[in-house]
């Protein structure tokens, strides 16, 4: 059983910052690919920022500069540091990890429950 579990969401003003963080656990042999997505009411989930195990990285054209996506390969950890929060940035944030649990296995895309950011005056 493998489990990715957010963190770090909450009530932020425009402007202001989070950090999200999604730890994986269970039988988990290597992780390929993590990454964040989003989800607003009435939208479609969309990709947020990825990070390869050699730390390559990914960004939605709306998110460069602002954030920065991190992991800790050992914790089998990512983070997602959220800066200059605009509310158009308001949605469910959702971690994804492309994992194998065997040695022979193939990679599957496991997600998270997700952790609601709201920015708000």
């Known amino acids: 059983q493998v489990q990715l579990v957010e963190s770090g969401g909450g009530l932020v003003q425009p402007g202001g910052s989070l950090r999200l963080s999604c730890a994986a656990s269970?039988?988990?042999?290597?992780?390929?690919?993590m990454g964040w997505y989003r989800q607003a009411p009435g939208k479609e989930r969309e990709f947020v920022a990825s990070?390869?195990?050699?730390?390559?990285?990914n960004y939605a054209t709306s998110v460069k500069g602002r954030f920065a996506i991190s992991r800790d390969n050992a914790k089998n950890t990512v983070y997602l540091l959220m800066n200059s929060l605009k509310p158009e940035d308001t949605a469910v944030y959702y971690c994804?990890?492309?994992?194998?649990?065997?040695?022979?296995?193939?990679?599957?895309?496991?997600w998270g429950q997700g952790t609601q950011v709201t920015v708000s005056s």
């Open positions: 269970g039988r988990i042999f290597s992780i390929n690919t």
């Open positions: 990070i390869t195990r050699g730390s390559s990285t």
């Open positions: 994804l990890g492309v994992l194998t649990t065997t040695p022979m296995g193939d990679y599957d895309s496991y």
